[in-house]
């Protein structure tokens, strides 16, 4: 079993920048996919960015705003979020995948086995 804690959420204006951070629990951490996705009231959870081994993917809307790592030493995630926008107000909600995921496999949330509860990003205009 894994769990994952997600903090770093928060309040900010546009143009400014956070950083998430997600804290797995587990011993396999490394070997996992790990996947940053959000939701805003009234939509879909969509995805936003991966980490699968040393491969990186993006949402368009955040290509060049955003950067997932990880640091498999210490079994965390995390996603620098700078420029934001009004429109990445939501909830980010940090998994992981228990296999290696590649290309258009990273985006989907069925591919992923465990979530966290979320934390809230608020950008105000």
């Known amino acids: 079993q894994v769990q994952l804690v997600e903090s770093g959420g928060g309040m900010v204006q546009a143009g400014g920048s956070l950083r998430l951070s997600c804290a797995a629990s587990?011993?396999?951490?490394?070997?996992?996919?790990m996947g940053w996705f959000r939701q805003a009231p009234g939509k879909e959870r969509e995805f936003v960015a991966a980490i699968s081994w040393i491969d990186k993917y993006y949402t368009d809307s955040v290509k060049g705003r955003f950067t997932i790592s990880r640091d498999s030493a210490v079994n965390m995630v995390y996603l620098q979020m700078n420029s934001l926008k009004p429109e990445d107000t939501a909830v980010y909600y940090c998994a992981a995948d228990r296999h290696y995921c590649s290309g258009s496999g990273c985006y989907d949330v069925q591919t992923y086995d465990y979530w966290g509860r979320g934390t809230q990003v608020t950008v105000s205009s």
């Open positions: 587990g011993r396999a951490f490394s070997g996992y996919s």
